[in-house]
């Protein structure tokens, strides 16, 4: 499996990002120190996502930035994706691993004790654990966690985590301390109108947080 750094996981949202669109937005968060890019997008077709997930490739490329497809492994395949993401509404762990093959990463989210406690690190390279707080981009999600909250799942899983909802470059220090091995953000980059400084300033905060 490739290694990766979960320090700064950018997730993409295609409305957020239309104003620079999702690739100049992974391209610049990136060079601002973004670690992951995950192409998310519930919208959209396979041939879209993997038409999407090409263009990313080709920009991340000469980058230590991992590429991670989320909820659908015909993209994450077709693209030579480094990664795929699944929720607990998605296929589950053992079919996602059997179809992508021993290299690619494989994320997990997570959104209770019991499911972080259950995941099989044979499996699940990394999970995402969260909501931390309440968040517009993801409007089903469940009942936020909060720090505590946050810690405790840590404590419980057997895998890296990324902590994920709501997070801005103000929480870095908290997510580390509960445990966490990185941040997930989606509207803290996307959407916003530099997002190689949004991501720096997070990536800053992280570092700091760090020392």
Known sequence: MKPFDLSLYLVLDPVLCAGIGMVGTARAAVAG??????????????ASMI?????LKQALAGT??????????EAAIAIAADG?????????ARTARRLIGPEMILGLSVETEALAAAIDPALVDYAGIGPVFATPTKPDHKQ????????????LCPVPSVAIGGLKAVHA??????GADGIAVVSAICGTQNPQ?????IA???REARQ
């Open 51 to 55: 038409e999407t997930g090409l263009m």
């Open 144 to 155: 936020p966690i909060g720090f505590a909250g946050l810690a405790r799942m840590i404590e």
């Open 204 to 206: 800053k905060a992280i």
């Open 64 to 73: 230590s930035a991992r590429l991670i497809v989320n909820d659908n492994v």
């Open 33 to 46: 120190g973004a670690t992951v890019v995950q192409l998310r997008d519930k919208h959209a077709s396979t």
């Open 173 to 178: 220090a908290d997510a580390l301390l509960a």
């Open 84 to 92: 795929l993401h699944i929720g607990q509404d998605d296929m589950d």
């Open 197 to 201: 400084a949004a991501a720096a300033e």
